[in-house]
């Protein structure tokens, strides 16, 4: 049995190795993820790769700094030729749950920026319908929870807003500084009517439904990459 860690490597691996010199580069967050900026970094030092790259998150800007990956704000960027990042659930049609890291409201503004949108993952992030193993993380203005967790109720879901350790810390906050919750709707038959509920809700900011966004999978299974 391949070593998970291992796996994510190849993908991230797999993944920087698609970037090439002069392109405007998005960077998603997480373990996966956080190979690929390696993997970036690497390339920057030896080959002399240069690109302009925009980060998804505190922890990947922190990462890209000691690395010496040239990083702009993202509100300076208009447009991304890439933007690579992982996943926690990929359907067969290439939509996602993301949001474990509570980084999905800024990975969805990169992702919506860029040409070419690349998901990285092990295989076992693969599922037959979204919903199976996680919750739709949300990212929610604080003064809106009361409202959206009626919303959600009305949509047959469940919100919990997410905690640090139990007893000793508080909410989770976003790198924005919203409250993260998770809404459990359990297996979801149709992902386009969810993301297009969730979308209407003021006070939504983001959630973690990546529905038609992903152009293409690059999943690291024990026997070697699938890309679909
Ligand atoms: O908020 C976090 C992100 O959506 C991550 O990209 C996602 O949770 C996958 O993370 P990992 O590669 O660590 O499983």
Same mark, same amino acid.
């Given at each position: 049995m391949a070593d998970l860690n291992e796996l994510k490597k190849a993908a991230g691996v797999r993944a920087a190795d698609m970037i090439e010199s002069g392109m405007f580069v998005g960077l998603g967050t997480g373990s996966t993820a956080a190979h690929m900026v390696n993997r970036l970094g690497e390339r920057i030092q030896n080959e002399g790769l240069k690109v302009t790259a925009v980060s998804t998150s505190w922890s990947t800007t922190l990462q890209c700094r000691k690395l010496g990956i040239p990083l702009i704000d *993202?509100?300076?960027?208009?447009?991304?030729d890439i933007a690579i990042d992982g996943a926690d659930e990929i359907d067969p049609q290439k939509n996602l749950i993301k949001g474990r890291g509570a980084a999905h409201l800024l990975e969805k503004i990169v992702a919506s920026m860029a040409d070419n949108y690349i998901i990285i993952a092990d295989?076992?992030?693969?599922?037959?319908? *979204?919903g199976e193993k996680f919750a739709v993380p949300l990212e929610i203005l604080p003064g809106a929870i009361g409202a959206i967790t009626y919303k959600v109720s009305k949509l047959g879901g469940t919100l919990a807003v997410r905690m640090g350790a139990p007893g000793k810390d508080g909410p989770v906050i976003s790198d924005s500084g919203n409250l993260i919750a998770d809404a459990k709707f359990g297996i979801i038959d149709d992902p386009e009517k969810l993301d297009f509920e969730l979308n209407?809700?003021?006070?939504? *900011?983001?959630?973690? *439904?990546?529905?038609?966004?992903?152009?293409k999978v690059i999943l690291a299974t024990p026997n070697g990459i699938e890309e679909f």
């Open positions: *993202l509100g300076e960027a208009t447009h991304l295989s076992g992030k693969k599922v037959q319908k *979204l209407k809700m003021p006070g939504l *900011l983001g959630h973690g *439904l990546f529905i038609g966004m992903a152009n």
